[in-house]
């Protein structure tokens, strides 16, 4: 396997340094080496504000139109595409950096599938499905405060397996945040 992963990281990038794919919420968000000589990061494959739970699964297409309207961006197509290891497999970055702390983000179901709420968001995924929707609203999943079950465990799976397809183990830096842990199941 793991020659199979470095075929599919024939660099894209023409330049000696290495480049970075990020994924995660706050330190994901503003992560920076201190020598850009030898580090770049990939900022077309970047993805923050988008949870490892809602990121995989199957597309709905009746969603799609948010993907495809005016008022949208590039964390809501993430979303609902949910084509998280063809964006990996595409960046054919060196290292892949993943923030944990996108796991707290809120969450709603539709249609079977988790997706992200980002309030306040002036997109009209947002508007719909949370800004203007109380009954959504009220009914949003907080990970941290739902016991760790086996949909979200099976999700969190398919988030691991699509990095793991692309990158080799020892080119994962996780960082570990600091906030409270999942409760267990029992």
């Not at 979303?79 to 290292?95: E, P």
């Not at 945040?177 to 267990?184: A, D, K, L, Y």
Request: with cysteine; proline share 3%.
């Amino acid at each position: 396997m793991h020659n199979e992963v470095n075929a599919k990281h024939e660099k894209k990038h023409s330049s000696s340094r290495e480049f970075i794919q990020v994924f995660g919420q706050a330190f994901a968000g503003i992560f920076d080496f201190a020598d850009e000589r030898l580090y770049k990061i990939d900022k077309a494959s970047k993805i923050i504000g988008v949870s490892p739970f809602s990121i995989v699964g199957e597309e709905a297409p009746e969603l799609d139109k948010y993907a495809n309207c005016e008022r949208t961006n590039a964390r809501v197509k993430a979303d609902i595409r949910k084509n998280f290891a063809n964006v990996c497999q595409d960046a054919k970055c060196d290292w892949f950096v993943v923030d944990n702390t996108s796991a707290l983000l809120w969450l709603t179901i539709i249609e079977e599938q988790f997706y992200t709420l980002f309030p306040e968001e002036k997109t009209d995924f947002m508007d719909d499905y949370f800004n203007n929707n109380t009954e959504m609203r009220e009914n949003c999943l907080i990970p941290v405060d739902a016991k760790f079950n086996n949909w979200l465990r099976d999700q969190y799976a398919l988030f691991v397996e699509a990095v793991l397809q692309n990158y080799d183990a020892d080119r994962i830096i996780l960082n570990r945040s600091q906030v409270p842990r999942f409760r267990s199941e029992t």
